[in-house]
């Protein structure tokens, strides 16, 4: 009788991000982070761009950067920080998701905007590139509704949640949540920012993808620059 055959193999675990990963991420963005708000505030409104184009561009590049130092570590393979073929129906209901995020804002807000006394002035850069003309919109939207929702993406869902997620969905979804909530300062933005990660991280989690969370950013982000743009 052959043992070998007659034992199960059991099921190879998916490959994660794992801590060297999660370390150079973590290390890099802190670096692009600080040194992207350096810039902005030495920049302001004196530059060739708005304050709030350019605190778009480091919302952007500076996770993103992190994203590609975790990359170059060790694994250098796109798949086991999500990037992997998701059916469609999936992408859209990432995007109706997205939409249920903006709509639950206003109660949000509403309920905690109120705890945070004056924290408004922190999106006031930002409404301002909505509100400068039809340009400043469109740059606006490209900037922050899909450039950063895509480079956050790429550093909380793909890294940090993909790590934490070897511990269960509880631990995944909630702590990258968490800190994707604190990484938007402690304002009246964090409590909204915790239910869209609540949102992308499940996405995640569900689909094996990280396209579908991408989804949820980028539609809740564009919802919002695009209210702001026209109703403000």
Same mark, same amino acid.
């Given at each position: 009788?052959?043992?070998?055959?007659?034992? !199960?193999?059991?099921?190879?675990? !998916?490959?994660? !991000?794992?801590?060297?990963?999660?370390?150079?991420?973590? &290390? =890099?963005?802190?670096? +692009?982070? &600080?040194?992207?708000?350096?810039?902005?505030?030495?920049?302001?409104d004196t530059g060739?761009?708005?304050? /709030?184009?350019?605190?778009? #561009?480091?919302? +952007?590049? @500076?996770p993103a950067i992190? %994203?590609?130092? +975790?990359? *170059?570590?060790?694994?250098?393979?796109?798949?086991?920080?999500?990037?992997?073929?998701?059916?469609?129906?999936?992408?859209? *209901?990432?995007?109706?998701? $997205? #939409? @249920?995020?903006?709509?639950?804002?206003?109660?949000?807000?509403?309920?905690?905007?109120?705890?945070? !006394? $004056?924290?408004?002035?922190?999106?006031?850069?930002?409404?301002? @590139?909505?509100?400068?003309? @039809? &340009?400043?919109?469109?740059? =606006?939207? #490209?900037? /922050?509704? &899909?450039?950063?929702?895509?480079?956050?993406? *790429?550093?909380?869902?793909?890294?940090?949640?993909?790590?934490?997620?070897?511990?269960?969905?509880?631990? $995944?979804?909630?702590?990258?949540?968490?800190? %994707?909530?604190?990484?938007?300062?402690?304002?009246?933005?964090?409590?909204?920012?915790?239910?869209?990660?609540?949102?992308?991280?499940?996405?995640?989690?569900?689909? /094996?993808?990280?396209?579908?969370?991408?989804?949820?950013?980028?539609?809740?982000?564009?919802?919002?620059? *695009?209210?702001?743009?026209?109703?403000?």
């Open positions: 009788m052959n043992i070998d055959s007659a034992q !199960p193999i059991p099921p190879a675990r !998916p490959e994660r !991000p794992g801590w060297p990963e999660l370390i150079a991420a973590t &290390v =890099t963005a802190l670096v +692009a982070y &600080v040194a992207g708000g350096l810039i902005t505030l030495n920049e302001g060739p761009i708005s304050a /709030g184009h350019l605190a778009f #561009i480091v919302s +952007a590049a @500076a992190a %994203f590609f130092a +975790a990359y *170059l570590v060790r694994i250098r393979r796109f798949e086991p920080f999500g990037f992997r073929r998701v059916p469609a129906r999936w992408v859209l *209901l990432g995007g109706a998701a $997205g #939409i @249920a995020c903006c709509l639950l804002s206003w109660p949000v807000s509403w309920v905690v905007d109120p705890l945070f !006394p $004056g924290s408004e002035a922190v999106q006031e850069g930002y409404r301002d @590139a909505t509100q400068a003309g @039809a &340009v400043s919109l469109m740059v =606006t939207v #490209i900037l /922050g509704g &899909v450039l950063t929702p895509i480079g956050e993406e *790429l550093l909380f869902r793909g890294v940090l949640a993909n790590f934490l997620l070897r511990w269960g969905p509880w631990i $995944g979804i909630g702590l990258s949540s968490v800190v %994707f909530a604190f990484a938007h300062g402690v304002n009246s933005v964090m409590p909204v920012a915790f239910v869209v990660g609540l949102a992308a991280g499940w996405m995640l989690w569900r689909s /094996g993808s990280i396209w579908p969370s991408i989804a949820v950013h980028i539609v809740y982000n564009t919802a919002g620059l *695009l209210y702001h743009g026209v109703a403000g």
